[in-house]
C-alpha cells in the first residue's frame, strides 16, 4: 500500500500510470521522428539546385511566382554537390544502423527493462542528432562522414520499437491494446509532420539547416530527462502508482509471466502467423519510408514547391494519417468488445485497408501531373488510409506473444527496417533525371509491394496467442488443434475474409 511520499507523488496524476506511460511512449516515437526526418527536408537545401536544362523533362511543372528556390537565399558555402544518387544512399544510410540493433534492443528490453533500452537509444540518437552541422562543416561535406553519422544514429534508434512494445505488453490490457498501441505508434506521424513543417518553416526563417539539428536534439534530450523520473519497466517497479490500478493491471495481465523465460527461438521461427506479420511489415515499411524519405524530394523537384510550401504540404498526409489512426485505434476496439469482429478479422481488415488505400492514390498522384492540389490530396487520401495500419498489424506481436513482444518486435520492425535502406536508394537510382516519369515507376513499384504483401498477410495471418508465449516445449493438443485451425485451414480463415 503507498505510504509517505509515494502517496502524495501518486495524487500529483490525475491520469492513470499507464496512460502517463502511453504518453511517454508517444513523444518517444515523436522525438525519434523528428530527429530521424529532420534531414529529409535539410538535404533539400543541403546542395545545389537542380540544373534542369542538364535533364530536361517534357513533362517538367512550371513553378508559380512565389516558389523560387529557398537554395538561392542561402549561404553557397554551406551547400554541398551532392548528386541523386549519393543523396539516396545518405537518406539510407539512418537505416543500416537501424536494422542492427533491432534484436539486441528486444532481447535487452526483455531482460533489463524497456525503460533503460529505449531511453538510452533515444539520448543517443539525441546527441549525434545535435552534433550534425558541426561534423558536416568539419568534414567540409564529405558524404561519407555524414553517412557514417547516420548510421550511428540509426543504431540508437533501433531500439525504440522492441522497447516500447515490451513496454506495452507490461502495462496495457487486451481491451485498451489497439486504442492506446495506436496512441503510441501514431507519433510516427506526429514526429513527421513536426519535423517537416518546422524543419520548412525554420529553414526559411533563418536561413540556415542547421537549426532544425540543434532544435530536434535538444528536445530529444529534454524528453529523455522526464521520462527517466517519471515512468518505469513494469507495473511492480513503479513507485507511486496506485494499488488500484496496480491490482487491475495485475489481474488483466495474468497472461504476461513475472519471470524472465528463455526465448523459444524453435517455437518463434517456425510461426506462420509471425512470418506473415513480418511480410505485411516489409510492405506498409517500403510505402510508408519511401514517402516519408521522398515525397519532400518529389514535391521540390517535381511539382516546385519552396521550401516553405513543401514543409507545410508534405506534412499534411501525416496530419490525416495520425488521426485516421487514432479514430480506428477506438474503432478497433469498439468492434472487438462488442463482437462485431474477432481478432483475427479485425487485424486483417485493417492492415487491408491500410495496404491498398495507399497502393491504389500514390499511384494516382503520380498521374496528376503538375496539379498540385491534386497530387496533395491524392497523398493525403492514400497516407490517411494508412493509419489503420496501427490498429492492425502493428498491435498484432502483442497478440501473438506478450510475453516476447520486444523480440517479436525486434524480428519484424527489424526485416521492415531493411526497406528503409532499400526503398529511398532504388528511388535515388531510378530518379536520376529528377523527371515525373521516373517517379511514376517508383510509386508503381510500392503499388506491387504493398498488394502481394497484404495477400500473404491476409491468408496467414492470426490475432490468437501462440502456444511458445509461455513454453519451449511441444505444444499441448489444446494449443495443437488451436494452430491447425488459425495456421493450417486456410479455407475458414478465407471464408471470415
Keep these: 500500500m503507498l505510504t509517505g511520499w509515494r502517496l502524495t507523488v501518486s495524487k500529483l496524476f490525475i491520469i492513470p500510470q499507464r496512460y502517463v506511460l502511453g504518453l511517454m511512449g508517444f513523444l518517444a516515437i515523436v522525438n525519434a521522428y523528428t530527429m530521424r526526418v529532420s534531414l529529409n527536408i535539410a538535404i533539400t537545401e543541403m546542395v545545389y539546385p537542380v540544373n534542369e536544362t542538364e535533364h530536361p523533362d517534357p513533362d517538367a511543372c512550371i513553378p508559380e511566382n512565389d516558389a523560387s528556390t529557398s537554395s538561392k537565399l542561402l549561404n553557397h558555402a554551406n551547400l554541398y554537390p551532392w548528386d541523386q544518387h549519393t543523396q539516396g544512399i545518405i537518406l539510407s544510410s539512418f537505416y543500416w544502423g537501424y536494422l542492427i540493433t533491432h534484436l539486441p534492443g528486444g532481447i535487452l528490453a526483455e531482460k533489463f527493462g524497456g525503460k533503460y533500452t529505449l531511453g538510452l537509444g533515444i539520448l543517443s540518437t539525441a546527441v549525434f542528432t545535435l552534433i550534425t552541422p558541426a561534423v558536416i562543416h568539419l568534414s567540409n561535406g564529405k558524404w561519407g562522414v555524414i553517412v557514417a553519422l547516420r548510421v550511428i544514429e540509426g543504431l540508437g534508434e533501433g531500439t525504440t520499437y522492441p522497447a516500447i512494445n515490451t513496454l506495452l505488453a507490461q502495462w496495457v490490457p487486451l481491451q485498451e491494446r489497439a486504442k492506446i498501441g495506436s496512441l503510441v505508434y501514431a507519433g510516427g506521424q506526429i514526429g513527421t509532420v513536426v519535423s517537416n513543417l518546422v524543419s520548412g518553416t525554420l529553414i526559411q526563417a533563418t536561413n540556415d539547416w542547421s537549426s532544425v539539428f540543434y532544435l530536434f536534439g535538444g528536445i530529444g534530450v529534454l524528453w529523455f530527462i522526464l521520462f527517466s523520473l517519471i515512468c518505469y519497466s513494469t507495473p511492480d517497479e513503479h513507485p507511486f502508482i496506485t494499488d488500484e490500478e496496480k491490482s487491475y493491471l495485475k489481474k488483466e495481465l495474468d497472461n504476461v509471466s513475472k519471470e524472465k523465460l528463455p526465448i523459444p527461438w524453435r517455437g518463434i521461427l517456425t510461426s506462420v502467423p509471425l ?223
Design 275 to 497: 512470418w506473415a506479420l513480418v511480410c505485411a511489415q516489409v510492405g506498409h515499411d517500403w510505402g510508408f519510408y519511401t514517402m516519408v524519405t521522398d515525397l519532400p524530394t518529389y514535391l521540390k523537384d517535381v511539382l516546385k514547391f519552396n521550401i516553405g510550401q513543401n514543409g507545410v504540404w508534405s506534412s499534411i498526409p501525416y496530419v490525416v494519417m495520425w488521426i485516421v489512426s487514432m479514430l480506428s485505434g477506438y474503432l478497433c476496439d469498439w468492434l472487438i468488445k462488442k463482437g462485431f469482429m474477432n481478432v483475427t478479422f479485425s487485424r486483417k481488415f485493417f492492415t487491408t485497408i491500410a495496404s491498398m488505400g495507399p497502393a491504389i492514390f500514390l499511384v494516382i498522384a503520380s498521374y496528376s501531373g503538375c496539379n498540385r492540389m491534386l497530387s496533395v490530396l491524392m497523398f493525403t487520401i492514400g497516407m490517411g488510409l494508412m493509419g489503420t495500419f496501427y490498429c492492425g498489424m502493428k498491435v498484432n506481436a502483442l497478440d501473438l506473444s506478450p510475453n516476447f513482444a520486444g523480440t517479436l518486435m525486434a524480428i519484424v520492425n527489424g526485416i521492415g527496417a531493411i526497406t528503409g535502406i532499400v526503398s529511398p536508394y532504388l528511388a535515388g537510382a531510378i530518379t536520376a533525371d529528377h523527371t515525373l516519369a521516373q517517379w511514376r515507376i517508383v510509386f508503381w513499384i510500392s503499388f506491387f509491394i504493398f498488394v502481394i504483401t497484404n495477400a500473404v498477410y491476409v491468408f496467414f495471418a492470426s490475432g490468437e496467442e501462440q502456444w511458445w508465449n509461455h513454453s519451449q516445449n511441444k505444444p499441448s493438443e489444446k494449443h495443437v488443434s488451436e494452430n491447425e485451425h488459425n495456421d493450417l485451414q486456410m479455407e475458414s480463415r478465407t471464408d471470415q475474409i
